[in-house]
C-alpha cells in the first residue's frame, strides 16, 4: 500500500465529522489523529524537500502532486466533488502541522483551502462548482488575485477592468504579489465592473490560465517563502464569458473581506505552525549543546526565556484555535482572526529570532533550519492584511464595543 493511500484511509472515516473538546487545545480523537497523520506526512514527505524547494524557488512536483492524492488540497470540498469534506478547523490543523515543517508549501495548501476552494463552494453556481470542484480536487491549483501596485492596504483601489461587451466581460490591468500564480490553473480575479461606483463596482472573475490575453508575470526573488511562487498578472482585453463571474456582479468586495478574514485565521495557523516548528527544532540542540560545562538549557537565563516563548507559543494557539472554532459555529469572527493573526505574525517574528540566539553561530547556518524559519516569518506580516490594517481592525471593533456602552 502506497503511503497516499494510508494516509486517505486515515482521513476519509473523518469526513462531515463536528465535535469539540472542552478546553480549545483538547482535540477530539478525530482530531487528534488528523493531526498526527498530516504531521507524518509534512515530517516524512515533506522535509526532506523542503532546503531544495528553497533554493530552487519552487515547489517539487512530485510533492504538490502527493498533496493532491491525499486530498490535502481539497480539505472541505464535498466528497460529490471528490474532496474530503472536512470542517474549517481541521484545515487549520493540517496549515499548523505542515507550517511547522514548510511555511512555504503550507501557504499553498491555506489559499487553496481557505480561499480559493471556500469561495467557489459557498458562491459558485452548480455549474462552476460541477467544473471546478473536481478538478481543484485532483490536479488544479488556484491564485486570488487582489493587489495592485497601486492598491495594496487600500485594496479597494485597485484599478483592472471588466467591460462588458455583449455576453462577455473584457478584463484589461495587472495584478502583483499573487501567490502560487506560477502553478495555478484558475485564478479568481477582482475587478471593477465600473469605476464610478468605486469599491461597490468590484466583482469576482474565474479566469482560466489558458484564457488569451492573460499572462502569468516572472517570479519575484524574495525573502520568504521561497518556495511559493509570487508573479504578476497581466490581462489584456482577457474575455470571461458571463458564467465565469462568481457570485454577483458588485459584491466582489464584500466577498473578499468575507473570505479574507478566514484566510487570515489560516495565516495565523501558518505563524503559529512556523514557530512552534522552529521551537521544536530548537530546543533539543540546547539539551545537547554543552557551555562552561553544562547543557545551554540549564542555565536559569536561558530557561526563563525558553519558558517566555513556551507561554506566548500557547497564547497564539488558543487564539488561532478560538478565531477557528468561531468560525466553525458560524458567528462573528473578524475581530478574533485579526487578533490571531496580528499575534502570531508577530509570535513568529519573536521566536525566530531567540531560536536563532540561542543556537549561536549556527543558528544563522543554512545547515539548521532556524535561519529559513526566520525568513519565512517575516511575510506574516505582511500578507493577507499588515499589521497596522489588523490593528486597525481590531481598533474598530474596540471603538463600536465601547460606543455602545455611553
Ligand atoms: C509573499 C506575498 C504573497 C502575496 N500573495 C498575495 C495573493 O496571493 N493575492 C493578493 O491579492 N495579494 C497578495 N499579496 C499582497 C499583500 O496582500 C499586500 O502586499 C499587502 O496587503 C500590503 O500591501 P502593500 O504591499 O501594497 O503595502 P502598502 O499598502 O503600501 O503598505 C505599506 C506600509 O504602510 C502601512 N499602511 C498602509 N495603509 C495604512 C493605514 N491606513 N494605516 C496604517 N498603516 C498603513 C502598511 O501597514 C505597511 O506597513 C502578497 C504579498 C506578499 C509579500
Same mark, same amino acid.
Given at each position: 500500500?502506497?503511503? $497516499?493511500?494510508?494516509?486517505?484511509?486515515?482521513?476519509?472515516?473523518?469526513?462531515?465529522?463536528? $465535535?469539540?473538546?472542552?478546553?480549545? =487545545? =483538547?482535540? =477530539?480523537?478525530?482530531?487528534?489523529?488528523?493531526?498526527?497523520?498530516?504531521?507524518?506526512?509534512?515530517? #516524512?514527505?515533506?522535509?526532506?524537500?523542503?532546503?531544495?524547494?528553497?533554493?530552487?524557488?519552487?515547489?517539487?512536483?512530485?510533492?504538490?502532486?502527493?498533496?493532491?492524492?491525499?486530498?490535502?488540497?481539497?480539505?472541505? &470540498?464535498?466528497?460529490?466533488?471528490?474532496?474530503? *469534506?472536512?470542517?474549517?478547523?481541521?484545515?487549520?490543523?493540517? &496549515?499548523?502541522?505542515?507550517?511547522?515543517?514548510?511555511? +512555504?508549501?503550507?501557504?499553498?495548501?491555506?489559499?487553496?483551502?481557505? !480561499?480559493?476552494?471556500?469561495?467557489?463552494? /459557498?458562491?459558485?453556481?452548480?455549474? @462552476?462548482?460541477?467544473?471546478?470542484?473536481?478538478?481543484? +480536487?485532483?490536479?488544479?491549483?488556484?491564485?486570488?488575485?487582489?493587489?495592485? *501596485?497601486?492598491?495594496? +492596504?487600500?485594496?479597494?483601489?485597485?484599478? %483592472?477592468?471588466?467591460?462588458?461587451?455583449?455576453?462577455?466581460?473584457?478584463?484589461?490591468?495587472?495584478?502583483?504579489?499573487?501567490?502560487?500564480?506560477?502553478?495555478?490553473?484558475?485564478?479568481?480575479?477582482?475587478?471593477?465592473?465600473?469605476?464610478?461606483?468605486?469599491?461597490?463596482?468590484? $466583482?469576482?472573475?474565474?479566469?482560466?490560465?489558458?484564457?488569451?490575453?492573460?499572462?502569468?508575470?516572472?517570479?519575484?526573488?524574495?525573502?520568504?517563502?521561497?518556495? +511559493?511562487?509570487?508573479? $504578476?498578472?497581466?490581462?489584456?482585453?482577457?474575455?470571461?464569458?458571463?458564467?465565469?463571474?462568481?457570485?454577483?456582479?458588485?459584491?466582489?468586495?464584500?466577498?473578499?473581506?468575507?473570505? !479574507?478574514?478566514?484566510?487570515?485565521?489560516?495565516?495565523?495557523?501558518?505563524?503559529?505552525?512556523?514557530?512552534?516548528?522552529?521551537?521544536?527544532?530548537? &530546543?533539543?540542540?540546547?539539551?545537547?549543546? /554543552?557551555?562552561?560545562?553544562?547543557?545551554?538549557?540549564?542555565? @536559569?537565563?536561558?530557561?526563563? @526565556?525558553?519558558? *517566555?516563548?513556551?507561554?506566548?507559543?500557547?497564547?497564539?494557539?488558543?487564539?488561532?484555535?478560538?478565531?477557528?472554532?468561531?468560525?466553525?459555529?458560524?458567528?462573528?469572527?473578524? /475581530?478574533?482572526?485579526? &487578533?490571531?493573526?496580528?499575534? %502570531?505574525?508577530?509570535?513568529?517574528?519573536?521566536?525566530?529570532?531567540?531560536?536563532?540566539?540561542?543556537?549561536?553561530?549556527?543558528?544563522?547556518? =543554512?545547515?539548521?533550519?532556524?535561519?529559513?524559519?526566520?525568513?519565512?516569518?517575516?511575510?506574516?506580516?505582511?500578507?493577507?492584511? #499588515? #499589521?497596522?490594517? @489588523?490593528?486597525?481592525?481590531?481598533?474598530?471593533?474596540?471603538?463600536?464595543?465601547?460606543?455602545?456602552?455611553?
Amino acid at each position: 500500500m502506497t503511503q $497516499s493511500w494510508r494516509l486517505l484511509r486515515i482521513l476519509m472515516p473523518l469526513a462531515g465529522r463536528r $465535535s469539540y473538546g472542552k478546553a480549545l =487545545t =483538547t482535540l =477530539t480523537r478525530d482530531e487528534m489523529q488528523f493531526k498526527n497523520a498530516i504531521s507524518h506526512f509534512a515530517k #516524512t514527505a515533506i522535509g526532506p524537500k523542503v532546503r531544495e524547494m528553497d533554493e530552487n524557488y519552487q515547489f517539487d512536483s512530485a510533492l504538490v502532486k502527493k498533496l493532491f492524492e491525499n486530498g490535502i488540497m481539497a480539505l472541505q &470540498i464535498p466528497k460529490a466533488y471528490n474532496g474530503m *469534506e472536512m470542517d474549517f478547523f481541521l484545515t487549520i490543523l493540517a &496549515i499548523e502541522e505542515i507550517s511547522k515543517i514548510d511555511p +512555504s508549501l503550507a501557504i499553498l495548501v491555506d489559499i487553496q483551502n481557505t !480561499l480559493i476552494n471556500s469561495l467557489i463552494l /459557498k458562491l459558485g453556481t452548480e455549474e @462552476q462548482k460541477a467544473h471546478y470542484l473536481p478538478k481543484l +480536487s485532483k490536479y488544479l491549483v488556484g491564485s486570488f488575485g487582489l493587489t495592485e *501596485e497601486g492598491s495594496g +492596504s487600500d485594496a479597494f483601489a485597485l484599478r %483592472t477592468t471588466a467591460d462588458k461587451v455583449g455576453d462577455k466581460y473584457v478584463l484589461n490591468g495587472s495584478k502583483m504579489w499573487i501567490s502560487n500564480s506560477d502553478l495555478a490553473g484558475v485564478f479568481l480575479v477582482m475587478a471593477t465592473v465600473d469605476k464610478s461606483k468605486g469599491y461597490k463596482g468590484i $466583482s469576482c472573475f474565474m479566469v482560466d490560465r489558458n484564457t488569451p490575453g492573460f499572462s502569468v508575470g516572472k517570479k519575484e526573488k524574495k525573502m520568504s517563502i521561497r518556495a +511559493s511562487g509570487t508573479c $504578476s498578472l497581466h490581462m489584456d482585453n482577457v474575455e470571461v464569458p458571463e458564467n465565469r463571474v462568481l457570485g454577483k456582479i458588485g459584491q466582489g468586495y464584500r466577498y473578499t473581506i468575507g473570505f !479574507l478574514n478566514e484566510g487570515r485565521v489560516g495565516v495565523a495557523a501558518q505563524m503559529l505552525g512556523l514557530a512552534q516548528g522552529c521551537y521544536d527544532a530548537t &530546543i533539543p540542540y540546547l539539551l545537547d549543546r /554543552k557551555q562552561f560545562g553544562s547543557s545551554i538549557f540549564d542555565f @536559569q537565563g536561558m530557561q526563563h @526565556q525558553i519558558a *517566555e516563548v513556551a507561554t506566548r507559543l500557547e497564547a497564539g494557539r488558543l487564539l488561532v484555535y478560538n478565531a477557528a472554532r468561531l468560525v466553525e459555529e458560524g458567528g462573528d469572527f473578524i /475581530k478574533q482572526a485579526s &487578533i490571531a493573526k496580528h499575534y %502570531t505574525a508577530e509570535l513568529a517574528g519573536y521566536v525566530t529570532r531567540k531560536c536563532i540566539d540561542w543556537c549561536g553561530g549556527v543558528g544563522i547556518s =543554512t545547515d539548521m533550519p532556524q535561519e529559513k524559519y526566520f525568513r519565512d516569518a517575516k511575510v506574516g506580516t505582511i500578507y493577507e492584511g #499588515t #499589521t497596522n490594517i @489588523q490593528l486597525s481592525t481590531i481598533a474598530k471593533f474596540v471603538r463600536a464595543e465601547y460606543a455602545l456602552n455611553r
